[in-house]
Nanobody, 116 residues
């Protein structure tokens, strides 16, 4: 399984950034795909997740600002982040979880820095 994340960057508060995660070696439709993040000195937290069936969920802190989407033709999951805040600064990790086995796979982290 390979999860290749991209889209790291430095943006100003209020700006936007899109993260991408290309998934290889999995049956895309049988996996929940999503993003966690970890800020310095804090625990890793779930940001957003999207199931193969089309449902999604978000952390309260990002609702209305972030949107997760899946492109099955490209085996890629995206995280569109708008109205970014300094507190969104973190390393973002994409992951995949098989809906039946529970097997998890993780991509490398990608750093998002939001300047105030």
């Amino acid at each position: 399984v390979q999860l290749q994340a991209s889209g790291r960057g430095l943006v100003q508060a209020g700006g936007s950034l899109r993260l991408s995660c290309a998934a290889g070696g999995i049956i895309f439709g049988l996996n929940t795909l999503g993003w966690y993040r970890q800020a310095p000195g804090k625990q890793r937290e779930l940001v957003a997740a999207a199931t193969g069936g089309g449902s999604s969920n978000y952390a309260d802190s990002v609702k209305g600002r972030f949107t997760i989407s899946r492109d099955s033709a490209k085996n890629t999951v995206y995280l569109q982040m708008n109205s970014l805040k300094p507190e969104d600064t973190a390393v973002y990790y994409c992951y995949a979880r098989h809906q039946f086995s529970g097997r998890e796979s993780w991509g490398q982290g990608t750093l998002v820095t939001v300047a105030s």
